[in-house]
């Protein structure tokens, strides 16, 4: 179980251009989501944290008009690169909180990332 | 500020040898720590989990080791196979200024599995 998908894998976009990643947790609903952002031979970096029926949380440094973020339902989460620029490419991986017991048990599990190279 | 550090950037060790990756925390606050696994071009796999109530939990070949005194963390691999070979990260949830609480990654240490 705690399966979370990204779509897509990858994907290569012209400067200027915006691209959504979307993030699915399939077997389980996670009314939290976050997005990580991870440079090569890096660590990954939360860049933000998504809540489902309201806005998202932002980190410092991270543009909330640049990542455009949008917790629609229990299962999907997505982050929208706006007029994205060679600098925005890197792997986004996104995670979603499984919750029991209280918030002292709580587990992220991770979407296997998405790779994006803006020309 | 606090932070979640490695102190081995790479470790090479034979295949079937046991290996241990360390990990220093400083916030003496964090209740629960996670190591997750991570291959090339790939997610980071949770591989186990540690409240800071315990001191030592077992899983499947690996097992994970507290020590809030000195604010110490290993993982421990039985049996070193190839398969084995990513990048660890562990990783601290702590409760951020807002109340919400997030995780924290370490710098990560890349194991290399010599067959």
């Known amino acids: 179980g705690a399966v979370v998908s990204q779509h897509p894998s990858w994907v290569i976009c012209k400067s200027g251009t915006s691209v959504k990643i979307e993030c699915r947790s399939l077997d389980f609903q996670a009314t939290t989501m976050f997005w990580y952002r991870q440079f090569p031979k890096q660590s990954l970096m939360l860049m933000a944290t998504s809540n489902e029926g309201s806005k998202a949380t932002y980190e410092q440094g991270v543009e909330k008009d640049k990542f455009l973020i949008n917790h629609a339902s229990l299962t999907l989460s997505t982050l929208t690169v706006t007029s994205a620029h060679p600098e925005d490419s890197s792997f986004y991986i996104c995670s979603a909180l499984m919750t029991s017991g209280g918030l002292s048990q709580e587990t992220q599990y991770f979407g296997p990332g998405t790779r994006l190279l803006v020309l | 500020g606090e932070s979640v550090g490695l102190h081995l950037p790479t470790l090479s060790v034979q295949e079937g040898d046991n290996s241990i990756i360390n990990c220093a925390y400083s916030n003496s606050a964090s209740d629960y720590f996670i190591w997750y696994k991570q291959e090339s071009g790939k997610g980071p796999q949770f591989i186990i989990d540690?409240?800071?109530?315990?001191d030592k939990r077992q899983g499947q070949r690996v097992t994970v080791l507290l020590n809030k005194t000195v604010k110490h963390l290993s993982l421990q691999i039985a049996a070193t196979q190839p398969g084995d070979s990513a990048v660890y990260f562990c990783?601290?949830?702590?409760?951020?200024?807002?109340?919400?609480?997030?995780?924290?990654f370490g710098s990560g240490t890349r194991l290399q599995v010599q067959p």
């Open positions: 990783a601290e949830n702590i409760s951020m200024d807002t109340g919400r609480r997030a995780l924290t």
């Open positions: 540690i409240r800071s109530n315990m």
